[in-house]
């Protein structure tokens, strides 16, 4: 890497932390509570996490202590079904994948933490024959998204984004949410534009393109009408968790690699692992 892009890296970094970290992770959120620095936050359909600006330079015992507590925390709320306790690659975090695992915590696939300026994405891509872009706001076209993705993403098709989503969309909080199609209406490729507000920042979601129309412009083109959409209402820079399939496409169009992400996940006890 050069040492120009590194300084972009460094810098893109910083605009991570000071602007993406902590409160801007809360919205939408039904409760958020303060244990030390962590913020234990409970979303809508029964979903914990637990977020910080960083750790307060804790060593491993006094990390460990704050994983068994937040454990006890959502252990005493019978509504929340699970939470994730969400890891970066460049945080001082000394024991905390030890302390994570022995409380039960279940480690996802690491993934990139992607920024860079939106006018970067918002190019024209050329489609397929037949495939068209829309926004959705229906509960049908939720409804075939959700299934879509999580078809996608090798997970049982489940409707509990569904109601968030909709919900979302009523309070008319910026989110966005796009798809490619077929002329038969078939979903192939779907992802969410989530503005953060305060910040510079959009953010670019759920991305899931069926597996035979990978490979055709389709992602990009979704990512670019929602990266449009973003310059639409003011925003400089798009950030993206992206996994192996995304972070290729978004680098060839001029995104940065700035850490990773690993999400460590906990389920209550007696549901699936």
Known sequence: MSADRRAIGSSLLQAYDDQLRADAETTGALVVDHLGPLLLVTFAGGRGFVT?????????????QLVADAV?????????????????GHDVAPGLHAAL????FAPGEPESIMIGEAALLAVDIALPDGIALRRVTEERDVRAM???QDEV??????????????????????????????????IVSAGRLDPV?????????????????????????????????????????????STEFSRPILE???LVRVSTTTPYVRHRSGERP
Do not use: N
Request: proline share 3%; with cysteine.
């Open 52 to 64: 910080y600006a960083d750790l307060g330079g804790a060593d491993a015992a006094r990390i460990e």
């Open 72 to 88: 006890a925390y959502y252990a005493a709320r019978p509504e929340v079904a699970s939470f994730e306790w969400k890891t970066r």
């Open 101 to 104: 695992v022995s409380h039960g």
């Open 146 to 148: 959700c299934a879509m």
């Open 153 to 186: 993403f090798g997970d049982p098709v489940s409707e509990s984004m569904v109601g968030p989503l909709m919900q979302r969309l009523e309070l008319d909080d910026g989110m966005e949410l796009w798809v490619a199609e077929t002329a038969e209406g078939e």
């Open 197 to 241: 507000a305060g910040t510079e920042f959009a953010g670019i979601w759920g991305g899931a393109t069926r597996a035979p129309w990978r490979g055709r412009g389709i992602y990009r083109a979704l990512t670019a009408a929602r990266a449009r959409s973003a310059l639409a209402r003011g925003t400089r820079f798009i950030h993206s968790d």
């Open 252 to 254: 060839r169009s001029g």
